[in-house]
């Protein structure tokens, strides 16, 4: 049996291979990315870590912006099947859950700042204390509890780790599923096929 499993809780670079398989993976450019925060065991990355204002100057409050289509997918169907409407009663009535979803938001918030501060942006005032998914008392977005239950490691998330949890029929830590999950052949999505571009050259 592989013992090998997916790697959380990184900080590594992006390459350039990284970046075209983020693009490729999510079927349009990425831009500001600035660090890869979780890896499938095969090292494809699973999560892109995102400066909190992209270059074209739009705030940009999901840090930890989940990528790979396998996990994707299978978070909106957690969500169609009405899991942030439960998760979002229980944290209504339990204390201890609210508590540890509080300090994601600020582990969140902390994280965010260090990218920023890495990634060379001004401060971002329009999402100053703005997190994602949702937090710190609601659930709206399971994509972005995962996102960043991956980027973190598990523990510092309760209901990401819970989402990934949720989605082990499709996905485990144990999994590599990106053989079948984008198309490695394509022609990764660049600038030059912005809409801008195209109209440019029509
Ligand atoms: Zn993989």
Redesign the pocket.
Known sequence: MNEAAAATGIRSEPTAADLDTLSLQLGRPVRDVVEIPAR?????PLVASTAPRLSNGIPFPTTFYLTHPTLTAAASRQEAAGVMAEMSQRLAEDEELAASYRGAHEHYLAERERIRVKSGTDLVEEIGHVTAGGMPDRVKCLHALLGHSLAAGAGLNPLGDETLELIADEWTLQ?????Q?WDHEAEVPTKDLSRHVRRLES
């Open positions: 499938c065991r095969c090292g494809n999994s590599c599923t990106c053989q999950a």
